[in-house]
């Protein structure tokens, strides 16, 4: 079936740094590909998506390029806040229709500090 | 615009009892999907309710059943707990007719004494 691996973490880092969280996976078919993010205490928020092979999705500084050849997903963004702690879900979604479940991976936790 | 909505935020419960978790859907979405997560885990697809009938299930045992009503909510309904049972039941909303992006809510955390 369908799955998801992402690094573990923790990743820590300090501000300003650049972030790489590395994710890859195993679909049949041409999947969606999306990062969601949960801070404490919280659901999960959306944070970029990709629907197709080559699209790059982006988000509040945050990049990911959709890479069939290697599938890979991995999330990238130039200079990290203290603020940008949180947990980061890689997910795929596969087929094209509205019923589609939503597979995981099990998260990487970052930790920026001052 | 109201976002997805769950009740309550914590809830206790003891093994063998039964326990009912509530949803409401973004404001427009027509689909509820629910998740367990498991403290230090990814979010685990439970089953999916579109039109007041469960759409698609995971890999979860008859214990776990659910209900989506005319006005799109939902519930998700678990008998005879176990200690295992305890997480953070996630619900998502989306719409079969839009890009069938999933919004999720807050979350209800399920502890099993």
């Known amino acids: 079936g369908d799955s998801v691996t992402q690094m573990e973490g923790p990743v820590t880092l300090s501000e300003e740094a650049f972030l790489t969280i590395n994710c890859t996976y195993t679909?049949?078919?041409?999947?969606?590909l999306f990062w969601y993010v949960q801070y404490p205490g919280e659901g999960l928020q959306l944070l970029l998506k990709?629907?197709?092979?080559?699209d790059k999705g982006s988000n509040k500084g945050f990049e990911a390029t959709y890479r069939k050849e290697t599938t890979s997903f991995h999330l990238e963004k130039g200079s990290v806040q203290v603020s940008d702690s949180a947990v980061y879900f890689c997910?795929?979604?596969?087929?094209?229709?509205?019923?589609?479940?939503?597979?995981f991976g099990t998260g990487t936790r970052l930790l920026v500090s001052p | 615009d109201a976002g997805v909505t769950q009740s309550p935020t914590h809830l206790i419960k003891t093994r063998g009892q039964q326990v009912t978790l509530r949803c409401s859907p973004k404001?427009?979405?027509?689909?509820v999907s629910w998740y367990q997560q498991a403290l230090g885990q990814g979010p685990q697809f439970i089953f999916q309710?579109?039109?007041?009938?469960?759409?698609q299930r995971g890999n979860f045992p008859d214990r776990f059943s659910g209900h989506q009503f005319p006005n799109y909510s939902s519930e998700l309904n678990v008998n005879a707990l176990l200690l295992g049972d305890s997480a953070l039941y996630l619900c998502?909303?989306?719409?079969?007719?839009?890009?069938?992006?999933?919004?999720f809510g807050p979350g209800t955390r399920l502890t099993v004494t």
């Open positions: 309710y579109y039109e007041e009938e469960e759409r």
């Open positions: 404001s427009g979405h027509d689909t």
């Open positions: 998502a909303s989306s719409s079969v007719s839009g890009t069938y992006e999933q919004y």
């Open positions: 679909a049949t078919g041409y999947p969606s």
């Open positions: 990709a629907t197709k092979a080559d």
């Open positions: 997910a795929l979604r596969g087929g094209n229709t509205g019923f589609q479940k939503l597979v």
